[in-house]
């Protein structure tokens, strides 16, 4: 396959060849799995890097770790719902570190 890593978007088609399954396949997919939502531009599917690394997912979980469709798609997510969570302590630490570094200068 050729190196089109430098590519942001894919249609369907590459990226059915690119995991090596049929692009019903992956129709049927976005329909188990919310967060899998390519945007669609006149009517064609358009898959962004961020979709791509979704599909790892799923292949990965499917495809290698044997887990059923429903399986795969409550692991995926409970994972989102942990990088939510992790993301908004992040925003608030920021705040935190912020205000700290304020009150820092206000004390030298």
Do not use: C
């Not at 890593?5 to 995991?19: C, D, F, G, P, W």
């Not at 962004?48 to 469709?69: G, N, Q, S």
């Amino acid at each position: 396959m050729n190196d089109d890593s430098h590519k942001l978007y894919y249609n369907i088609n590459e990226v059915a060849v690119r995991y090596g399954f049929d692009a019903s396949k992956l129709r049927y997919w976005e329909s188990v799995f919310p967060m899998l939502k390519p945007e669609k531009r006149g009517g064609d599917r358009i898959y962004t890097l961020a979709d791509l690394e979704i599909l790892d997912e799923i292949v990965y979980l499917v495809e290698h770790k044997k887990h059923k469709l429903s399986a795969a798609r409550q692991i995926m997510e409970s994972d989102r719902s942990q990088r939510t969570k992790i993301k908004r302590a992040i925003q608030q630490l920021e705040v935190v570190k912020r205000y700290l570094q304020d009150v820092k200068e206000l004390l030298k």
